[in-house]
């Protein structure tokens, strides 16, 4: 079963603020997290995030040098059916830094 992704308000305003070539990398990992959330996430727990979601983390390497780890913040849905995005957050770790 897949679940349906749905984006809070959050999440869509952190997507726009990515560099658009790592934001386009989102679609294939929300597809590839609605298939397997519970073998691709860990529980959230401070410091790195707040303990009442799931966290999907990714790394995302460009041949610049720029290297990122992407984590998706999710809840799942009471439908059990539905993965609420609540947060999306990109740390840098190497390359030219963001404009």
Do not use: C, W
Request: no cysteine; charged share 15%; aromatic share 10%.
């Amino acid at each position: 079963m897949n679940y349906t992704i749905a984006l809070s308000e959050e999440a869509q305003a952190k997507l726009f603020q990515l560099p658009a070539d790592l934001a386009a990398l989102l679609p294939d990992h929300f597809t590839r997290l609605a298939a397997h959330p519970v073998t691709l996430s860990i529980p959230g727990a401070p410091p790195a995030s707040l303990p009442d979601r799931q966290v999907y983390a990714f790394p995302a390497d460009f041949p610049d040098g720029r290297r990122f780890t992407v984590r998706v913040h999710f809840r799942y849905g009471q439908d059990e059916a539905t993965l609420y995005v609540i947060n999306v957050t990109a740390i840098q770790h190497a390359g030219p830094s963001l404009p």
